[in-house]
Nanobody, 115 residues
């Protein structure tokens, strides 16, 4: 089992920045992918960004150039630096961990961008 704990959500004005963190603990694997998803009210959950244990990175087109995904030195922590935030970035953000043993989700953290 892998446990994921997210932090860093909140309320910020448009144009501002936030940094999300996600820490994985438990039976983690060296070969894994960590991802950020988000779900806005009334919409489907969507992939925002991902980073593999080998360093491969993916960004959704909607956030490319504004968000930066990274891993901490301990490799079990993932960050999402979000700059130039827009009201349409308002959503619940979820950390996701995928490894050969399964897929796990964090509890989610709410982000609200005011215009």
């Amino acid at each position: 089992q892998v446990q994921l704990v997210e932090s860093g959500g909140g309320l910020v004005q448009a144009g501002g920045s936030l940094r999300l963190s996600c820490t994985a603990s438990g039976t983690t694997a060296s070969d894994n992918v960590m991802r950020w998803f988000r779900q806005a009210p009334g919409k489907q959950r969507e992939l925002v960004a991902s980073i593999s244990s080998s360093g491969s990175i993916y960004y959704a087109a909607s956030i490319k150039g504004r968000f930066t995904i990274s891993r901490g030195s301990a490799r079990n922590t993932m960050y999402l630096q979000m700059d130039s935030l827009k009201p349409e970035d308002t959503a619940d953000y979820y950390c996701n961990y995928v490894a050969p043993g399964g897929q796990y989700w964090g509890q989610g953290t709410q982000i609200t961008i005011s215009s």
